[in-house]
C-alpha cells in the first residue's frame, strides 16, 4: 500500500469536505435571508429625551421603505397591526411601492391610521417600479436609475396620504404641527439618490412658515422642535438639514445594508452616509451643530433581491420625552 494512503484523508480530500461545508453553510444563511428573516418584522424602539420640561410624550412611528407587492399579505397584516401602538405622529419617509399593481395593498395596510397625523416624503420607488439589478453593482457605489422605469400612479399615492389619511407632503416643503402642547417644524426634501431634492427651497420654506404659523405671538408657549425628513440620508442633505436647525431628522433607503456580516455591520449603505451610521439611532453633526439622526432598515426590500441577513425589517417608534 502506497505511504499516502495511510493515516487518514488526503489535502484534496480536506479541501472537497471545506468546500462542501462551506456551500452548505452560505446555501443555508441565502435560505434563510430569502425565507425566513426578510418576514421576521420588528418594531425597535428609541426614546429622544428633546421635549421642554413638563411636556407630554409624544410617540412618533417611523415607516420606511415598505417596497409593498400585492401579494405580500403578511406583511400588510404586520403593518396594519402596529395601530395599536397608538402613534401620535406617522413620519413616512417613502418607497412605499413595490409593485405597479401594490396600490390597493398600500392602501389596505395603512387604513388603520386614518386620522392620525402624519407626514411623508417620497422615495424613487414611489414614482417607478423595481427593475432587475446585478447586486453586486452597489459595491462600486449608489445605485443607478434604469432606462425603462415602469411608471407608477404616484398621484394615487399621494392623493390618498394626503385627502384620505390627512397627512402633510413635506417633498421640499416645511409645515407646522401642533401635538399634545407641543410644537413642531417639519420640513423634508424629494428623492436625493435621484437628484430631487431642492434643499436651497428649505430656507424660504422655513421662513415662511414661521411667518405664518403665529407661534411668535404666543410668548409664554413653548420653543418648537424642528425634524428633517428625508428618503435618501445623503451627507449634503444631512448637512443642510443641521444647518438648518433640525434637532431630530428622519430617513430611510439604506435598508440596514440589507445584508450585514456579523462582527462587521452593512457592506453597503446605497450612499454616501458612513456605514456605521447604516440604521439605527445616533447623531450627525456638521459646523459645530449636532442633530439625532434616525435611519429606519425599512419593512421592505426590491422583489429582484428578496433577501435579509443580520438586518430584520422593521418599523421605529421614537418617543420623543422631556
Known sequence: MSPRNIGGPSALQTTAVTAAAGAA???????????????????????????????????ILHLSDL??????????????????????LIVNTGDNIGHEDAHTAL????????????????????????????????FGGPSKAHRT????????MQSFFTDQLGWLDLNNRARALELRGSRLELFGVNDAHRGWDRLDRIPGALDDLRENVGWQD???????????VTHAPYQRVLNSFVNNGADVIFGGHTH?????????????????????????????SH??????????????TSIYAPVRFSCRPEAVIVTLTA
Do not use: M
Open 67 to 88: 417596497h409593498l407587492a400585492p401579494w405580500q399579505s403578511e406583511k400588510q397584516e404586520w403593518v396594519r397591526g402596529l395601530a395599536v401602538l397608538e402613534p401620535d
Open 149 to 156: 422605469p415602469v411608471d407608477l400612479d404616484i398621484d394615487r
Open 25 to 59: 453553510v452560505g446555501l443555508g444563511a441565502l435560505a434563510w435571508g430569502v425565507f425566513v428573516e426578510r418576514n421576521r418584522f420588528t418594531v425597535r424602539h428609541e426614546v429622544l429625551p428633546v421635549l421642554e420640561p413638563g411636556s407630554r410624550t409624544l410617540t
Open 256 to 284: 440596514g445594508g440589507q445584508v450585514q456580516v456579523p462582527g462587521y455591520g452593512a457592506l453597503v449603505t446605497n450612499c454616501d452616509l458612513p456605514r456605521s451610521k447604516v440604521s439605527g439611532l445616533t447623531t450627525w
Open 218 to 228: 404666543d410668548r409664554g408657549g413653548p420653543d418648537p422642535i424642528s425634524i428633517g
Open 287 to 300: 459646523a459645530r451643530k449636532t442633530a439625532h439622526l434616525e435611519i429606519s432598515a425599512g419593512l421592505g
Open 107 to 138: 392602501e389596505y395596510a395603512l387604513e388603520p391610521f386614518r386620522g392620525v397625523p402624519g407626514v411623508f416624503v417620497n422615495g424613487s420607488n414611489d414614482y417607478y417600479g423595481p427593475s432587475p439589478k446585478n447586486p453586486l453593482a452597489y
